[in-house]
């Protein structure tokens, strides 16, 4: 008997003519390519390549460079924010699961540097050559199995071929791909890309090897982000198209194998506790201290549909898996119902995450990591239309992948604000492109943090205060203000309202949520767009810390304006003092009306 006459639905990827879905992925490596190199290692300046290990990027890769050139994890050389404080000493708050796919091409990029005999720190461009080449490869291999995938489960080549167009162009895994390859989603990604096409296989052979596959990219996908375990619920899409009882099956397996498949992973999983354990002596830490989930109160409208980081908003080709579920349901509704359960728990934890905004990243990026699961649906809808009507919804689908693929640009070029777009600011910077659109946009509203047990004011002041005047301490509390009061900034008096928070009267040792907002009137047309706010962290007359950030929202907006910002301020150290102030830094004059600050902090929760 053949394998085609066990399980009609089956045929090997190999013996099909798929050229369409083929030439899709050989489009993408291509454009991969190109971006990478023109943005990601060239840039404007033609040294882009020297922040490609940035953000949390830098903390997943602190594994490698650690390990191969100080030959040890204790202490843990990374930067402040990436290390959490344990009992035992200091640790990297991020697993490795990231650090130990991009190990083989780190350790391609270390032979060079055996050559050379100089000293090595992992930052050099080889590293950063073969960083972009490993974020790549994985994305290309995360496609190859999706679509195999969705070969095997009967949808063919034309829907296959636009299903990994919508999943690498119209979302933005191609851009964390191609422009923060030390990111973790791409290799998310693909590991569940690989559970899913190997646990099809598991389930329509028989055969014990594709079993053990499944478990170890299953321990690869919680190596590199542990709440990415949730991919097992989608694992009855694997049986779609091809029923057996799951009892039969199991006979069919083995009961040994399945548990050796459980051994394989949970091996995989183990290589953390040991991380950590060589980082602080501990087998078990809680790495993210500070930070955790809201779990009564998650965001879910703001996360799915809101101007700021709405995952239909930045992505709106993902509204494809509605009618896709109804698609699969008409298959099997049981496993519809699973898949409905799986994102239903998706939206659930990642909008539950205290930093539902997830910082300054390029829309709600941890949906990313689970794009096979959606394609699934997606490629049953584009699977169910027929006839004419096919070739016209294709034709829809291209608009909105080359807007995607725009909108990524814009936010790699800053026209796109990387944490503050709004209903106004969308339409404001929609297909703009010209240089001058290039951090146009100001303000800051990031999520607040992680307080399970509230907030607690600790500084606030009002509106009004004279230039250059100085919170005194016994006026932390609240500021006397007349809130009526305008005060000009102009070439005379660039600096408007001034507050400094005196060493000693501010905890140490937290990080606290500075909450701003004021009113602004434009007396030279243009002015007001070279206002920034300014906070700062000094010791004495020392500046440790500064940043800035736009006061307007949008510039060139005449009248009377409400600005608002929210952000986030890292915790003191004892003798630190914190300032915040307006200050003009250019021609022009304009007006400000009703400033105001407030300092909260995380009130502690009780033993």
Not at 48 to 71: E, K, M, Q, V
Not at 318 to 332: D, E, H, Q
Request: hydrophobic share 50%; net charge positive.
């Amino acid at each position: 008997m053949t394998v085609a006459e066990r399980s009609p639905v089956y045929l090997p990827p190999m013996f099909r003519v798929n050229r369409l879905s083929k030439l899709v992925l050989v489009l993408i490596l291509g454009l991969s390519i190109f971006s990478s190199v023109r943005w990601r290692l060239v840039g404007d300046d033609g040294n882009a390549w020297r922040t490609i290990i940035f953000s949390d990027g830098a903390g997943y890769y602190a594994y490698l460079p650690n390990l191969y050139f100080n030959h040890k994890l204790s202490p843990p050389q990374a930067e402040p924010g990436h290390l959490s404080a344990t009992p035992g000493g200091p640790v990297l708050k991020y697993t490795a699961g990231t650090a130990l796919l991009e190990s083989p091409f780190f350790m391609l990029a270390s032979a060079k540097g055996l050559f050379d005999q100089k000293p090595e720190d992992g930052r050099s461009l080889h590293y950063a050559i073969a960083l972009a080449l490993c974020s790549i490869a994985y994305l290309l291999f995360g496609l190859e199995c999706l679509r195999r995938l969705l070969l095997n489960l009967g949808i063919d080549d034309s829907a296959t071929a636009i299903t990994l167009a919508v999943a690498a162009l119209g979302t933005g895994l191609g851009y964390y791909a191609w422009m923060e390859p030390c990111m973790s989603h791409v290799y998310s990604f693909a590991m569940v890309s690989t559970i899913l096409y190997a646990a099809r296989l598991a389930w329509i052979t028989g055969k014990a090897k594709y079993l053990f596959a499944t478990g170890l990219f299953l321990g690869l996908v919680v190596l590199v982000r542990p709440v990415d375990i949730i991919a097992v619920i989608a694992l009855p899409l694997a049986a779609l198209g091809h029923p057996q009882p799951f009892t039969a099956w199991l006979k069919r397996m083995g009961t040994a194998n399945v548990l050796l498949a459980v051994l394989i992973a949970a091996l995989v999983i183990a290589v953390q506790p040991l991380l950590w354990y060589m980082q602080c002596g501990l087998w078990w830490v809680r790495p993210y201290t500070g930070e955790g989930f809201n779990w009564t109160s998650p965001v879910v409208l703001r996360s799915l549909f809101g101007a700021q980081k709405g995952l239909f908003v930045y992505w709106p080709l993902l509204w494809l898996i509605a009618p896709g579920l109804w698609a699969l349901a008409r298959r099997s509704l049981g496993i519809a119902a699973n898949a409905t359960v799986f994102f239903a728990l998706l939206v659930y934890i990642t909008s539950a995450w205290w930093c539902w905004t997830y910082a300054g990243g390029y829309g709600q990026r941890p949906y990313l990591n689970h794009l096979a699961v959606a394609a699934v649906p997606i490629g049953l809808f584009f699977q169910d239309i027929l006839g004419p009507k096919r070739r016209i919804v294709f034709t829809m689908v291209l608009p909105f992948i080359a807007l995607q693929c725009f909108q990524a640009w814009q936010h790699t070029v800053g026209i796109l604000h990387a944490e503050n777009m709004d209903r106004e600011k969308w339409p404001y910077i929609f297909l703009k492109s010209d240089a001058k659109w290039r951090g146009a946009l100001g303000g800051a509203y990031e999520a607040r943090p992680f307080a399970p047990c509230g907030m607690i004011v600790v500084a606030e002041a009002g509106a009004g205060e004279k230039q250059g005047s100085v919170a005194k301490p016994d006026m932390l509390s609240r500021f006397p203000s007349d809130t009526a009061e305008v005060v000009s900034l102009d070439a005379n008096h660039p600096t408007g309202p001034f507050i400094e928070l005196p060493a000693g009267e501010l905890p140490t040792g937290k990080g606290f949520l500075l909450e701003g907002s004021v009113d602004r009137l434009e007396l030279w047309p243009g002015s007001s767009n070279d206002v920034k706010i300014f906070w700062s962290i000094v010791a004495g007359d020392t500046l440790k810390d500064s940043w800035a950030f736009k006061m307007n929202d949008i510039p060139e907006v005449p009248g009377w304006r409400h600005w608002r910002h929210q952000l986030l301020v890292p915790a003191l150290k004892p003798g630190q003092s914190l300032r915040y102030y307006y200050a003009l830094q250019g021609d022009g004059a304009c007006e400000l009306r009703a400033p105001r600050f407030k300092l909260n902090a995380v009130e502690p929760c009780p033993d």
